[in-house]
């Protein structure tokens, strides 16, 4: 169980997930979020790592897997296959994010 009674969704995420908001993005939907949520909606216009986007928001990865589960729920966001040619960026990234972390 997670803050205020929620818990992730059916498949948990992985740091090395990756999510957009693809080419959904709602300028009004951001403008009515709470400040952590639009954070992580806004960083997501590019597609990014959930330790990515915890680092960049600087929010908890508990509260970055929460937030983008519940931007997902409602079609907000997108999960993205990992290809392998992505494989090397994204570790690179996946690493100087978690540096940030710490």
Do not use: F, W
Request: hydrophobic residues 40%; proline residues 5%.
């Amino acid at each position: 169980m997670t803050a205020k009674g929620r818990t992730g969704g059916r498949n948990p995420l992985l740091i090395h997930t990756l999510v957009s908001t693809g080419n959904r993005y709602d300028p009004v939907l951001a403008a009515s979020l709470a400040p952590a949520s639009r954070s992580l909606y806004e960083q997501a216009r590019r597609m990014c790592s959930v330790a990515e986007l915890s680092a960049a928001c600087g929010l908890p990865l508990g509260l970055t897997r929460l937030l983008i589960n519940d931007l997902l729920r409602i079609g907000q966001l997108v999960v993205h296959e990992s290809r392998p040619s992505q494989d090397l960026a994204l570790l690179e990234r996946l690493r100087a994010g978690l540096l940030r972390l710490t």
